[in-house]
Nanobody, 111 residues
């Protein structure tokens, strides 16, 4: 059974950083590219970026520079490193591959 479980969200102040994690199980983690999505409150999810099975990354243009995606195949984990967080980064963050989704982890950026 394929599972994706996100963690690492929380309440932070503007300018702070967070590292989100997505742990995969039930499939050969190292053989798949994975995506991160952001779902702002009351809106649909938007693609943030992707890391392929070779570790190559791609990002939505406005995310580049603040957000970095990495993976540790030994831990079956993909990470989203978020720096200089802004209030508009608030929302649910979800990982995905093919038609598999995690439940998401909530990030709130507020004074």
């Amino acid at each position: 059974q394929v599972q994706l479980v996100e963690s690492g969200g929380g309440l932070v102040q503007p300018g702070e950083s967070l590292r989100l994690a997505c742990v995969g199980s039930g499939f050969v983690f190292s053989g798949y590219g994975l995506n991160w999505y952001h779902q702002p409150p009351g809106k649909g999810s938007e693609w943030i970026g992707r890391i392929d099975d070779n570790g190559r990354t791609g990002y939505k243009a406005f995310m580049r520079g603040r957000f970095t995606i990495s993976r540790d195949n030994a831990k079956n984990t993909m990470y989203l490193h978020m720096n200089n967080l802004k209030p508009e980064d608030t929302g649910m963050y979800l990982c995905n591959f093919d038609d598999h989704w995690g439940q998401g982890t909530q990030v709130t950026v507020s004074e």
